[in-house]
């Protein structure tokens, strides 16, 4: 069996849920297949991530030289797989095109690169760069679809929006979730938290929130708690990007509220471990890796009950309507004035996180990869299609 990688997520320098799901599964996949072979394809971009590959692993580098090249390696891979004679593709980052003769496998982390052109413009800023990019990877996921043998995705939730979104048999999608990373633990070392508040700027107590995932509803829902329970404390809020929603810079501004850009993993790591509660209504989630993030780390989490998020904290949140402040800061005021409630979701959090490995999903992937070449090639075409 061998089999060929699209790998070129972690030879950018990217972070986030696309990236943290290649940089897992794919060792893992490799360490629990012993009698596969496996062709990696990365760039030359960046430094490749991956250290110490076995034997049984060969890592192909396509030259990099700009944006044209990507452009050239998404539409072109396919030749050199061909030319590696591989029986199976696998594209983890929503999109690609295998060879003829070999069995495709696409990873589909949610629905967003295949909702229709003037819903995904809608939802995105209006730089001719953006739009740019995002009609591109409509053009190119709902393509590649077409083409495509079986879908993988993180989330039965995910698995049954992409089928009413995309016509593609429901039959040929298998959801395989996300885990926690290994570097997630709870950090109880007074020294390590208190040099961690030092240096970021924190005294007392706070919750935690992302900047980019609804914010409005976490400002609203600390304005409604009593004065009392908010005198001493404030919402830290991290972002990955520097412009989160007007709202947070309101929530600085009024003394309400801390913005970290960018913290570094241990930091996070840190900031999960010290706060009273992680605090995330996200309008939509395929997946929500920080729901895990958070319960790893012995954060209680409250959340909205949209998409995924059910699915994934299973009884370890307090769920509400993500534009419901009043249920959020009721879920809010309870673990805050309730030490047992918050010990309850902590030790709920840790049972429903252990639920998630790695290696559980890379075993379950290779069962994919497994049954899809013993099955004999039928049609891939999508409902509809003559």
Known sequence: MRIGIDVRYLSHGLVGGVHTYVRHFVP????????????????????????????????????????????????????????????????????????AGARTVITLHDSINVLPLREIWRGHPKH???????????????????????????????????????????????????????????????????????????????????????????VRAWQLLPPALRRDRRIVFFSRRPDPPAIVAEAVAAGLARLLVRPARDDLIALYSMAEAFVFPSWIEGFGIPLLEAMTCGAPVIASDRGAIPEVAGDAALLAAADDADGIARHLAAVLTNPELAAYLRLRGFARAAQFSWERTARQILEVYQRLLDKPAGCNRLKGEQ
């Open 128 to 218: 001719p760069r953006t739009i740019a990019l995002m009609t591109y990877l409509h053009l190119l996921t709902t393509r590649a679809l077409h083409r495509a043998d079986l879908l993988l995705t993180v989330s039965e939730y995910a698995r049954q929006d992409i089928a009413a979104r995309t016509g593609f048999d429901a039959r040929r999608i298998v959801a395989i979730p996300h885990a926690p990373t290994p570097d997630l633990r709870r950090i109880a070392d007074p020294a390590v938290l208190d040099a961690v508040r030092q240096r970021l700027g924190i005294a007392g107590p706070f919750v935690l929130a992302d900047a980019l995932k609804n914010p409005t509803t976490v």
């Open 28 to 99: 893992n996949v490799i360490a629990l297949a012993s009698d596969a072979e496996f062709i990696l394809y990365a760039d030359t971009k960046r430094p490749f991530e991956l250290e110490r590959l076995p034997d049984r692993a060969t890592l192909r580098l396509l030259p990099w030289r700009g944006p044209l090249s990507s452009l050239q390696h998404d539409l072109f891979l396919h030749r050199l797989m061909a030319r590696d004679r591989i029986d199976l593709a696998h594209f983890p980052a929503n999109y690609g095109f295998g060879p």
